[in-house]
């Protein structure tokens, strides 16, 4: 993971590209992305969405996760740590108890 950041991090200073990369652009950027990404399946089923645009979903997964590394990195937030503290807090909102095979809220539970 680390020699991908380096590599992201080697593309953007080559283009100076740091002054535009504020932690709000960035955020705005991923929120932006992720509605690229969501675009792939407006009005089509799961699969058929899948099968039809897997190589532009692939791309726009890329722009949400390449912006997502670049904000954790500038912030100084350890994603690999940042993962496992959410894996554990969700593990005490949604317990196997109550959560298994539920898609419900973990104030519905």
Known sequence: ???????????????DWEQFHTPKDLAI????????????????????AVEQNLPKIKEE??????????LAHDLDINIQEAIEEKIEKNKQKYPVGKAFGSNKKYNEL
Request: a negative charge.
């Open 29 to 48: 950027s991923i929120s932006l992305e992720a509605s690229e990404l969501l675009e792939n399946f407006q009005w089509k089923e799961s699969q058929t």
């Open 1 to 15: 993971m680390q020699e991908l950041i380096h590599e992201l991090l080697v593309f953007r200073k080559e283009r």
């Open 61 to 70: 997964l890329a722009d949400v996760l390449i912006y997502a590394l670049y």
